[in-house]
């Protein structure tokens, strides 16, 4: 006899529940969403902090380099970099966990 697991979700999404998919750990797209979100508001912070700080706007413009690619070039590189050891971490810290994705979300 084969025993169906029951799903946490039953409740709150019975048509998923009937498609008896296996159960996956949330903890790496929470990460996935929270590192997103971080990137976000590093990319806001750096912009604006560049404005109203001259030293930061000194190293964002050294950051970039010699490409000349443009004011954003320093701001989006230090993002990009930042958002992918924020993930990387989350990822490795939830990896194989059930975490409240619903709370990863706001």
Known sequence: MT???KHY??????????????????GPAAAAM??????VFLLGFFTT???IWE??????????GSRGVGSLAGK???????WLVI???LAFLW??????IKVAFR
């Open 3 to 5: 025993q169906t697991k």
């Open 55 to 64: 030293g930061l706007k000194s190293f964002l413009t050294d950051f970039q």
């Open 76 to 82: 989006t590189t230090l993002s990009v970099l930042l």
């Open 95 to 100: 990896k194989g966990k059930d975490v409240d």
């Open 49 to 51: 902090g560049a404005v």
């Open 34 to 39: 929270i590192a997103a979100g971080a990137g």
């Open 9 to 26: 979700d039953a409740e709150t999404a019975p048509e998923l529940a009937a498609l008896n998919l296996a159960d996956k750990p949330d």
């Open 87 to 89: 993930w990387g971490a």
